[in-house]
């Protein structure tokens, strides 16, 4: 009839009630009566000492209570903190590796004789169809179509679109690219085109050059679009037929365009020095 927690709560009312009355009469007798006295002791002891634990017990669970959501709070006011100091942590460590390939960039940049501007590339095309990235430097900045685009690495491509603040760049991996260049140990003469996958064709290369894998391959100057000199990447595949003119060739761009975050575009090939004299 009565459940089991019922049945507690009114044992210890029971026993609370018998405390107070046994120490109400006691209290009315400073000296009570030993009879009286060992009755008391014998009764009241056991039932004082059941309370005792009761009210113990009732205590520890509070506390315990308390200081499991006072825990769980500061564990998530902790996890917040925790939080907000990887984020914080890792905006330190972009700033840093930001920093770094910037001033390389300027380094570069003090080190051509061409005057240029930095940019940073804000989108990249996500089709297949073309290889291009957009840039955020555009008209007012001095870009306009045709402008080469560079990095320490290597050439990156041309402007083929340029708007106010933004600019589009042909990638030197896209088919339509090409660049007039020669390998620069043999001197060897022939067009880099892009292809579909990350590296180029080294077209026009005649089977009597000698080329080896691992030379490296820069702009010739004569296409009217990149100034001489510029790395473009290396051999990395060589099928000399037996038959028809040309080598078979392939070339690995220096720059990783999957990682491809700052550019310099060359806005003047007009040699410094010479622009100063005059």
């Known amino acids: 009839m009565f459940s089991k927690k019922t049945m507690i709560v009114v044992c210890v009312i029971i026993l609370v009630t018998a405390n107070i009355i046994v120490l109400s009469v006691s ?5 009570p009566p030993s009879t009286f006295g060992r009755i008391a002791l014998i009764v009241i002891s056991p039932l004082q000492n059941v309370l005792t634990q009761t009210v113990n017990y009732t205590k520890n669970i509070w506390e ?3 200081f499991l959501v006072s825990t769980a709070r500061e564990n998530n006011r902790l996890k917040k903190e925790m939080g907000y100091l990887i984020q914080k942590n890792n905006e330190y460590h972009e700033a840093v590796l930001s ?4 001033r390389s960039l300027l380094d570069f940049r003090q080190s051509i004789p061409y005057e240029s501007i930095a940019a940073e590339v804000i989108s990249i095309d996500p089709s297949m169809l073309y290889r291009t990235v957009v840039i955020d430097k555009g008209k007012i900045n001095g870009v306009k179509i045709g402008f ?12 083929i679109d340029a708007a106010d603040h933004y600019s589009r760049v042909l990638l030197i991996l ?3 690219s090409s660049v007039d260049a020669v390998v620069q140990e043999s001197r060897a003469r022939g067009i880099i085109k ?13 089977r009597r050059h000698e080329i080896k894998i691992w030379d490296s391959v820069i702009s010739s100057g004569l296409d009217g679009v990149y100034p001489k000199g510029l ?3 290396y051999i990395s595949y060589i099928n000399k037929k037996k038959s028809g003119l040309f080598q078979e060739v ?5 720059v990783d365009f999957n990682k491809l975050e700052e550019v310099l575009v060359v806005i003047n090939q007009t040699p410094k020095s010479y622009t100063n004299n005059k």
């Open 250 to 254: 392939k070339v690995t761009s220096h």
């Open 174 to 176: 896209d088919q339509e």
């Open 64 to 66: 315990n209570y308390f």
């Open 231 to 233: 790395p473009i990447g």
């Open 27 to 31: 209290s009315k007798h400073r000296y």
């Open 148 to 159: 080469p685009v560079i990095t320490p690495q290597g050439i990156v491509g041309q402007v």
């Open 99 to 102: 920093n770094i390939r910037i």
């Open 194 to 206: 892009g292809a579909s996958s990350d590296q180029c064709i080294f077209k026009y290369i005649l």
